[in-house]
């Protein structure tokens, strides 16, 4: 049957199922090299060398490079901040249904917390897009493997080791 032609009391339990199955269909193994969805770490370091050098003042740094180090880069910020949010809030709505919680103060317990900490990536809220860089080149540096990984992945990584919430 078609969700929209779902029972109005049945659609909120079949979009806790799509979410979870689209959710676990994104949390794939580390040993999983990179796909389509998310290009392998190597060449997001690649472009975002160029962007570090063109901060730096290298007026020769290809304007391509950087635009696609800076676009991949605040796509996977907000990513991170909208996807842990989605996570949390279907995890929520899935407790609710199958203990048969009140979902309003489900959703309430959620608001009440900071999205910044579902993940445990507490960076400060004023910091420079070159930063989250600098974070994510120094844990490749530190990490040869990593580059064959999706970005996403080592993106998160090196984000939560390097801005953990205490």
């Given at each position: 049957m078609h969700p929209t032609r779902l029972p109005a009391s049945q659609r909120p339990a079949l979009?806790?199922?799509l979410?979870?199955?689209i959710l676990l269909a994104l949390a794939t193994p580390a040993a999983i090299a990179a796909d389509p969805i998310s290009p392998p770490a190597k060449e997001w370091r690649g472009y975002c060398q160029a962007y570090m050098k063109s901060i730096a003042g290298d007026?020769?740094?290809s304007d391509l490079d950087v635009t696609y180090c800076v676009g991949m880069t605040k796509g996977l910020l907000m990513g991170l901040r909208v996807g842990s949010q989605i996570g949390a809030l279907s995890f929520g709505s899935r407790?609710?249904?199958v203990h048969d919680l009140d979902s309003d103060k489900v959703f309430q317990l959620f608001q009440s917390h900071d999205p910044a900490t579902l993940l445990g990536i507490c960076a400060p809220a004023t910091l420079a897009l070159s930063d989250y860089v600098k974070a994510v080149l120094a844990r490749m540096e530190n990490n040869p493997g990593d580059d064959a990984l999706p970005i996403a992945e080592v993106f998160y990584e090196a984000l939560s080791e390097t801005?953990?919430?205490r």
């Open positions: 979009a806790v199922k979410v979870c199955s007026t020769k740094a407790l609710a249904v801005y953990p919430c």
